[in-house]
T-cell receptor, first 109, second 115 residues
Framework: GQNIDQPTEMTATEGAIVQINCTYQ??????LFWYQQHAGEAPTFLSY??LDGLEEKGRFSSFLSRSKGYSYLLLKELQMKDSASYLC??????????WGAGTKLIIKP | GAVVSQHPSWVICKSGTSVKIECRSL??????MFWYRQFPKQSLMLMAT?????????EQGVEKDKFLINHASLTLSTLTVTSAHPEDSSFYIC???????????FGPGTRLTVT
């Protein structure tokens, strides 16, 4: 079957760095997305990785290892507004997104 | 670019009535649109996938006669919740995908409350 695993909840301190891990098992693989979702709002796109390695975009970076079925989202210089759920989603062989349950990130002052 | 709108943003209806939610891609042609449902503190649940001009493909456990999806054009898809019941109260989110890439662009969501 197809499966995406990510931690349910994480807590970090304002100004610090946090890494949210995601492992995936899919029928075929055409890339991995990270989305941010604030409570009561729709998800917003953060990153897309299809090749191995690290993609940096400002305070957010995303890493992919296809051989390990593993990705992480790295958030630096955490701000209170980063408190949200972070959704990992893998694109399978049919180009359908398989969603993780999301990681709720709590930022403390 | 890649803006998706949803209407209405929120709706309250009485049990037994039907509600239509519209999803529009404003600046691109959406060959595929997706409808999701999200209950409080839970992840997105894909309800159905629709391709322009063809019937929607529903996920297991989603009643196609209750959740009617129409994707009549490359910029518009509608979800009609028929004979709504309180358990249908949820946050309904659509997303759209273009031919150019595989990213899904999300609408702002519609909060449905059935009383």
């Amino acid at each position: 079957g197809q499966n995406i695993d990510q931690p349910t909840e994480m807590t970090a301190t304002e100004g610090a760095i946090v890494q949210i891990n995601c492992t995936y098992q899919t029928s075929g693989f055409n890339g991995l997305f990270w989305y941010q979702q604030h409570a009561g709002e729709a998800p917003t796109f953060l990153s897309y990785n299809v090749l191995d390695g690290l993609e940096e975009k400002g305070r957010f970076s995303s890493f992919l290892s296809r051989s390990k079925g593993y990705s992480y989202l790295l958030l630096k210089e955490l701000q209170m507004k980063d408190s949200a759920s972070y959704l990992c989603a893998a694109l399978d062989s049919n180009y359908q997104l398989i969603w993780g349950a999301g990681t709720k990130l709590i930022i403390k002052p | 670019g890649a803006v998706v709108s949803q209407h209405p943003s929120w709706v309250i209806c009485k049990s037994g009535t039907s509600v239509k939610i519209e999803c529009r891609s404003l600046d691109f042609q959406a060959t595929t649109m997706f409808w999701y449902r999200q209950f409080p503190k839970q992840s997105l649940m894909l309800m159905a996938t629709s391709n322009e001009g063809s019937k929607a493909t529903y996920e297991q456990g989603v009643e196609k006669d209750k959740f009617l999806i129409n994707h009549a054009s490359l910029t518009l898809s509608t979800l009609t919740v028929t004979s709504a019941h309180p358990e249908d109260s949820s946050f309904y989110i659509c997303s759209a995908r273009s031919r150019r890439d595989y990213e899904q662009y999300f609408g702002p969501g519609t909060r449905l409350t059935v009383t």
